[in-house]
Each structure stands twice: as structure tokens, then as C-alpha cells.
């Protein structure tokens, strides 16, 4: 019988994808955070789960990321 799936928030779905999309890009988070507009103590805040997001500032970010939104959202 398998497993099931832990249950993951939007709030967590974006801290993990922004953080892994950012690396994978090789930038640092004051460099994304230049890109999109935005602080960098509010996209720490954001990596870590701890901020909520708006879909504009969700907006500014997968554009300086070069990504769809939808990556952004994406679950494990």
C-alpha cells in the first residue's frame, strides 16, 4: 500500500520553488531580489516560508526567474 502524500501549502510550494529555481539559476538572493523588485529581507522571508505571497509579487518573481508561474506552485 503506498504512502500518502504529505499535504504541502502554497506557502511551502513557493518557499521551495523559488529557493530551488533561484540556484538552480546561480543568483544570490539579493541579485533575484534587484531583478523582481522587491527586498531582499522580504524574499528571505519568503524562502523561508514565512511570508505570504501576492500573485503580483509571485508575478515579479517567476519573470526575474525566467519561469511560468506555474512553477512556482507546482507540489513536490
Same mark, same amino acid.
Given at each position: 500500500?503506498?504512502?500518502?502524500?504529505?499535504?504541502? &501549502?502554497?506557502?511551502?510550494?513557493?518557499?521551495?520553488?523559488?529557493?530551488?529555481?533561484?540556484?538552480?539559476?546561480?543568483?544570490?538572493?539579493?541579485?533575484? &531580489?534587484? =531583478?523582481?523588485?522587491?527586498?531582499?529581507?522580504?524574499?528571505?522571508?519568503?524562502?523561508?516560508?514565512?511570508?505570504?505571497?501576492?500573485? =503580483?509579487?509571485?508575478?515579479?518573481?517567476?519573470?526575474?526567474?525566467?519561469? =511560468?508561474?506555474?512553477?512556482?506552485?507546482?507540489?513536490?
Amino acid at each position: 500500500m503506498s504512502q500518502p502524500t504529505k499535504y504541502q &501549502s502554497a506557502r511551502e510550494r513557493v518557499a521551495r520553488n523559488v529557493t530551488r529555481w533561484r540556484k538552480e539559476r546561480g543568483v544570490s538572493q539579493l541579485s533575484l &531580489s534587484k =531583478d523582481a523588485g522587491l527586498s531582499r529581507t522580504f524574499l528571505s522571508r519568503v524562502e523561508n516560508g514565512v511570508e505570504t505571497v501576492s500573485l =503580483d509579487h509571485l508575478e515579479k518573481l517567476a519573470i526575474a526567474l525566467q519561469v =511560468d508561474i506555474v512553477e512556482l506552485l507546482k507540489p513536490e
